[in-house]
């Protein structure tokens, strides 16, 4: 073989290689938000198949199991794709080294790869090809093996707090349920801990979820109880107590919707998410007037002190959704989730008065 060919397919050999690793780090180990290529489109193109066999269905309960496997299957995809461009790579690259034909090379490179010890090269170049190429292949399976419990650590970190948010605003949870709840034990005081909790759990979730991206697409166990929503529902919650409710606005509450818009917007520039830069109170928002007026209906029928004035009120809420408003809704179209219909909050039955001492 000319030596300007064997030249050419150890090129080929390394720039696979260096592509395929540079994949594997910066998806596994860089602890940073990082846009690669490969992985990109790799879980594009399994995404497309997903929603293909997901929209098949008008069941959202069939769409949410089709989808709950759509993350793990682009992991290992990640990692059969990695393994078989190292065994092309290594076959220009044995080749390169000396090897007669393809068939030999790739006979040679699987085995080398998966450690097989079925075929082996001639000569010292050719053999130190193959060590390399086992380490490469046990240093691929290493990755994924030690990133699956950083990765579900972090996902229980951010379940707990979905799953608790039911105790504090019914299921299904919903922004008006944790006021009514608040006032069916009487403890306004303690929403603090609630907005301190999810301001902690937007910071860690901002973090998680742009590092390791693949987390966004991990659906909630209950399929009407999902992150994104709960997260929704939080900040709407937030945004009603300071716009709305007849008791001292919270800074805590501020702090918490402060917390959450940006940690949203974080995830927002990964996905390429449009949102408006600098939001005001005239920014249109997906919650209609109408709507808005439903659940103060129904808060004020559940014994939640209101503000009198609710041109003020609606006004106040409108400049806080404004913030993550274009965010969530985008979401939701993007990771398939249920919205909160806030039309529904006439409909759904009121929460009664709770640990009332019967005298």
């Known amino acids: 073989m000319a030596t300007w060919l064997r030249v050419l397919y150890a090129v080929i050999a390394a720039a696979l290689q260096l592509l395929v690793l540079d994949a594997a780090v910066r998806t596994f180990l860089l602890p940073r938000v990082a846009k690669v290529r490969l992985s990109h489109y790799l879980s594009r193109a399994i995404g497309g198949g997903f929603r293909l066999l997901a929209h098949s269905s008008r069941s959202y309960a069939v769409r949410d199991r089709i989808f709950s496997i759509y993350p793990s299957m682009v992991l290992l995809c990640y990692q059969a794709t990695w393994l078989a461009l190292s065994v092309v790579a290594f076959a220009f690259a044995f080749v390169a080294s000396g090897v007669d034909t393809f068939a030999r090379a790739f006979e040679i490179s699987g085995s080398s790869l998966l450690t097989l010890g079925t075929a082996a090269g001639d000569g010292a170049a050719q053999v130190t090809l193959g060590f390399i190429e086992a380490g490469v292949g046990l240093t691929l399976l290493a990755l994924l093996i030690a990133f699956i419990p950083t990765l579900y650590a972090a996902f229980q970190r951010r379940e707990v707090s979905v799953s608790r948010l039911v105790v504090?605003?019914?299921?299904?949870?919903?922004?008006?349920?944790?006021?009514?709840?608040?006032?069916?034990?009487?403890?306004?005081?303690?929403?603090?801990?609630?907005?301190?909790?999810?301001e902690q759990w937007f910071i860690d979730v901002g973090e998680t979820h742009t590092t390791l991206t693949i987390l966004n697409y991990y659906r909630s166990p209950e399929p009407e109880q999902t992150w994104i929503t709960s997260a929704a529902n939080v900040l709407d919650a937030a945004a009603l107590f300071n716009a709305a409710v007849d008791l001292e606005p919270s800074a805590t509450a501020g702090l918490c919707i402060r917390s959450g818009w940006l940690s949203l917007r974080r995830i927002s520039d990964y996905f390429q998410v449009s949102y408006p830069l600098h939001p005001s109170h005239d920014t249109p928002i997906s919650i209609s007037r109408e709507e808005f007026e439903?659940?103060?209906?129904?808060?004020?029928?559940?014994?939640?002190?209101?503000?009198?004035?609710r041109d003020a009120a609606w006004s106040d809420f409108v400049g806080w959704r404004a913030n993550y408003d274009?965010?969530?809704?985008?979401?939701?179209?993007?990771?398939?989730?249920?919205?909160?219909?806030?039309?529904?909050?006439?409909?759904?039955?009121?929460?009664?008065?709770s640990n009332k001492r019967a005298l």
Not at 171 to 198: C, F, H, I, K
Not at 294 to 309: I, K, M, N, Q, T
């Open 294 to 309: 439903g659940v103060l209906d129904r808060l004020e029928r559940s014994g939640v002190p209101l503000l009198s004035d």
């Open 168 to 198: 504090r605003a019914g299921l299904p949870a919903t922004p008006w349920g944790v006021l009514e709840v608040a006032q069916s034990v009487n403890s306004y005081e303690a929403l603090d801990e609630l907005w301190r909790e999810w």
């Open 326 to 353: 274009a965010i969530i809704e985008a979401f939701y179209e993007l990771f398939t989730c249920p919205r909160t219909d806030w039309k529904l909050a006439s409909a759904l039955p009121l929460f009664g008065p």
